[in-house]
């Protein structure tokens, strides 16, 4: 199957210069830091389906375990037209430290298929998720690595997999996967998680530079599950969403967009929130989208794919603070560039650590066979997500470290810890 490239990769050179830099930074032996930046495994599989029409067709897919030092690995599979082997490793790489640094007891992995899955239909889309399950089976499972969703994959999608693993060893093992059907042993919360541990992340930043949530003007790149979920309780929260960006454009309204309106029209049928009327259009398209980086505002969410901001754009930003909803939207030299503009920036590694959580407290209720109700599980992710933004805030002030030199080394710091303390066998 050709699959156009449509978006740059996350880098792998940027995902393992943070690991070489809080590596460094800890004074790490160069083997172990060697061993922290490599994956345990990779995993290439093949993946051949039957289309709708009859025809056969052929696809590649990874699973990557990064680091399982700490517990089983653990993070989502993306279908989207430009995964590549090299992106899913960056990304499991990001997925080690982000449950380190939340102290969660898991490893990192990741999952991909170059596919669009907007262009598959449903029955293609099951068919390429069971034959791409049924080849990772020896190497899945509640103790050693349990998938979630990540871009362009769902519950249903998890459903799947947990259907295909469960007939594999012939009894129903929930804790295979999260962010499941809530029927299937989902966790409520899930769907919300992300967005509103990015929205805490913000929160608890902006009191720290004296600002406030509240009343705070916030441009979000990414309609998707996190952005989304980030504007409305934001929203809810008491901020003004500015602007708002997906693959189809740009929108700007400087008195706040009316975010249940967006969520209306797109129920009703809008594709892109540039076709929903709620703001002014301020750039079409991909490139469209990016406008939105250049808004006057007080706070930036990222939320949709790696590496969307670089350098010349970091250059544009007006925000004080950016708080990484998606995983590695901006490239080094942007952070670079930030930094030397006193721009905040609250890292992916730990500012959209609320999804992995949620599922963290998933497997947990699937283990003890028991659900909590949805004030519950909010209120864990809450805690969880204020408790490491303290151990953040204050690793960062005592070594006068940007957060996100502070949390890489936060987390490389706890993977080399259970390296050394576990031993190196043989
Ligand atoms: N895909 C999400 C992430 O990048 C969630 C991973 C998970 O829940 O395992 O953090």
């Keep these: 199957m050709s699959t156009k490239k449509i978006a740059k990769e996350l880098s792998l050179d940027s995902a393992e210069f943070r690991v070489r830099q809080a590596g460094e930074w800890l004074g790490l032996e160069d083997g172990l830091i060697e061993t922290i930046i490599a994956p345990r495994r990779v995993l290439e599989v093949s993946i051949p389906f039957r289309r709708d029409n009859g025809n056969r067709d052929h696809l590649v897919g990874w699973r990557v375990h990064h680091n399982t030092t700490r517990g089983p690995a653990k993070g989502g599979i993306r279908y989207h037209p430009g995964v590549t082997r090299d992106e899913v490793v960056a990304l499991a790489i990001g ?118 949530l509240s009343g705070s003007r916030i441009a979000i790149q990414g309609y998707g599950q996190v952005g989304a979920w980030a504007a409305r309780l934001a929203d809810a929260r008491g901020a003004k969403i500015v602007a708002l960006a997906d693959a189809g454009g740009s929108i700007h309204k400087s008195n706040g967009i009316d975010i249940a309106s967006v969520d209306r029209k797109i129920r009703e049928g809008a594709k892109s929130v540039i076709e929903t009327g709620a703001g002014e259009l301020i750039g079409k398209g991909l490139k469209g989208a990016s406008s939105i980086f250049e808004i006057d505002c007080d706070m930036l969410m990222p939320c949709a794919l790696g590496d969307a901001v670089d350098e010349h754009i970091a250059n544009e930003i007006k925000a004080r603070l950016v708080v990484e909803g998606a995983n590695g939207p901006l490239t080094p030299k942007a952070d670079e560039v930030l930094q030397s503009r006193n721009i905040i920036v609250v890292p992916d590694v730990y500012a959209n650590a609320g999804g992995v959580t949620c599922s963290y407290l998933e497997q947990c209720q699937n283990f003890a066979h028991l659900s909590w109700n949805e004030d519950e599980v909010n209120e864990k992710v809450i805690s969880l997500m204020q408790g490491a933004f303290n151990r953040l805030h204050s690793f960062s002030t005592e070594n006068k470290l940007a957060y996100r030199l502070a949390a890489s080394v936060l987390g490389v710091k706890t993977i080399a810890d259970s390296h050394r303390m576990r031993g190196l066998h043989p």
């Design 95 to 212: 997925m080690s430290l982000k449950t380190a640094i939340m102290n969660l007891p898991l490893g990192g992995a990741k999952g991909g298929i170059a596919i669009d899955p907007k262009v598959l239909s449903i029955g293609e889309l099951e068919r390429i998720t069971r034959r791409y399950v049924s080849e990772l089976i020896p190497f899945l499972g509640p103790d050693k690595d349990v998938p979630a969703p990540d871009v362009g994959t769902n519950s249903q999608v998890m459903a799947w997999i947990l259907d295909q693993y469960s007939a594999s060893v012939g009894h129903i093992v929930p804790g295979v996967v999260t962010g499941k059907p809530i029927e299937l042993g989902g966790s409520l919360g899930r769907e919300s998680a992300t967005g509103r541990g990015v929205v805490e992340a913000a929160s608890l930043a902006c009191e720290k530079i004296g600002m406030s």
